[in-house]
């Protein structure tokens, strides 16, 4: 048993709210088409990411139009949907995803731990807590971009059982190393799947990197996109999840380290 | 001002303690020609990695024949080496590793912490405790092969103030990817240098991977060797170390992350 799993490299160039979700409802009809059980977005996906203060604008709170839509559309297509979008919650704007089952039931709620020296302090408060789901018989756990490139965030999930870490990220074009480097090392030294969805091409004078990835328990990049608009797919296997854990036991032997 | 850093790839086939010592004594001399102020050499180098039950022969205390020669050496050539060895200390064997000034007197001494599966197993103790030493303007940390595979004591070190990690290591050739991609990131994910010098050649049938390098704290790889012997040169600027940590603050904001 495996979960089959699609990345949605979307193109930044989407204008608004309603495009964005147009462009998604045709991805998912074509991803469960290819068996995909979840379909993954980049951050911000559903309100944009460089839109600078019309994120304001854009946000809506958790239960919102943005969530009922992605709700009809998981349940439409039957499919389970990760969608960031900007979140208000009294008087605060969170860098926020939800996932819905294929039912169209909630499945988590998750918002950004920590946001990045830059334009996004302007408009987003921290997060608190990691929350978990299960989907297709495995466990996910939900990073925001910068969450995952810190060591901590991603120890937590694989220690409370993740099995695949789903991460939306926004990477500008300069950033080639943390995509390359360093966020697949997080996947090999907890022994869990990471996916890493990008988004593509220019958006507010900001060029995006694109090389989405799937990266395996140990070590292995089962799928890697390029500059452009792609959907990859991947199917996760819970046993190279036990495999890796049992070869390297990072995870198991971390609290017998004497390091003071 | 920096420090100059030589790694040492050294050759596994060196026969004996004495063989290695000597073959150490010729690099030191031509280190130091070249400028170096510190020599690095892979895990368990005076005493040999992977000789089986000899090990419990060639092991030493901390204040041995080994560790004599070493300071004598350091200070005859006006350089500091950085020396893994097999220690014995009241009946237990440790992986251990010292550094001795250009004056002789001993910088550190350091026991591996983490002994990963397998035939290390069936001989050594794990050690407790990092300890750092300040060479040249900077401050360094020695972690031993598998203890940098962990995220955790190089967060550890680097949260006490370590600018670089030293990191002996014994690397066989089916693991270029933690070479190549997981050990660079705790430099990157540090914001600090970190060099790994591993042994090349063969050595009772076990094929090292070599590809000793140096990472910078922004992700640069000063330098990286090919599979044979080689000696590697880099410089360390303690400004690179602030700079990468300025921009990416993940020690700095790590503790206030609210993961729960």
Redesign the interface.
Known sequence: MSVRLAVLQAPAALADVAERLVWLSGRLAKAAKRGADLALCPELFATGYNIGKRIADRAEPADGAIARTLSDMARTHGIAVHCGFAETDQGRIYNAVQCYGPDGARLVHQRK??IP?GPERDYYS?????ALFDLGGMRFASLVCY?I?????A??VAAQGAQVILVPTALSDNWG?VSR??V??RA??NGVFLAYANHCGEEGGLRYLGESFVAAPD?EELARAGAGEQMLIADLDPARVAAAQA????LA??D?????
């Open positions: 731990l920590a020296p921290p997060g608190a807590g990691c969450d490139e810190f060591v901590e965030p120890r937590h190393w480097q360093m697949p090392a090999f030294e070590g070869r390297l036991p990072y032997e971390r017998s380290l004497r390091l003071d």
